[in-house]
């Protein structure tokens, strides 16, 4: 039924050009295959899944190698429970350690010791060896600066700063 105001043009949906559907289905593509390559090469190097290294390294470039549950979740855009389940599996190879938060009985801290650290060590040249071959090597400087802006606005975009958002770290 079409109300006064919607024209019946308006509650169709605006499918994607002949151009866009290319675009579209190639950064499906590129992704995966990326997402698939970067894990194999993990799982073979260090015997984890890419989201596992980027969870070390994000807690590797914290101050102290510590960072709120809540916040590691938000910066690697994972749900707490998705977390929860990763960083219960990096304890148990000793590279993370759970702290309770003084100032906040229901938080804790996820930490990184040092054999995480060490983890870290042995497998960043091979998983940057990785990447660079992936990506880098592949495009010119310009294509580089070009692929950065696009993510940053597709990733801007995704992420509304307004109360209520659905976001992964906050489900």
Not at 28 to 41: G, K, Y
Not at 55 to 76: D, F, I, Q, Y
Request: proline letters at 6%; a positive charge.
């Amino acid at each position: 039924m079409t109300t006064p105001s919607t024209s019946p043009s308006e509650r169709e949906p605006r499918w994607l050009t002949a151009g866009e559907q290319l675009v579209w289905r190639s950064y499906l593509e590129a992704a995966t295959l990326l997402e698939d390559h970067l894990d194999r090469q993990l799982q073979r190097d260090a015997g984890m899944p890419h989201m596992y290294y980027g969870l070390l390294v994000k807690l590797g470039e914290s101050p102290r190698r510590r960072l709120r549950m809540t916040e590691l979740a938000r910066s690697a855009k994972i749900t707490r429970s998705r977390l929860s389940h990763a960083v219960a599996r990096l304890e148990k190879n000793g590279w993370v350690r759970r702290e309770d938060c003084p100032s906040d009985k229901r938080g804790q801290f996820a930490v990184l010791t040092d054999e995480g650290v060490a983890v870290l060590e042995r497998t960043a040249p091979g998983h940057v060896a990785a990447v660079r071959q992936a990506v880098f090597e592949r495009l010119t400087p310009e294509q580089q600066e070009s692929l950065g802006e696009i993510m940053r606005i597709v990733a801007e975009g995704l992420q509304p700063a307004g109360a209520g958002a659905d976001l992964p770290w906050l489900r």
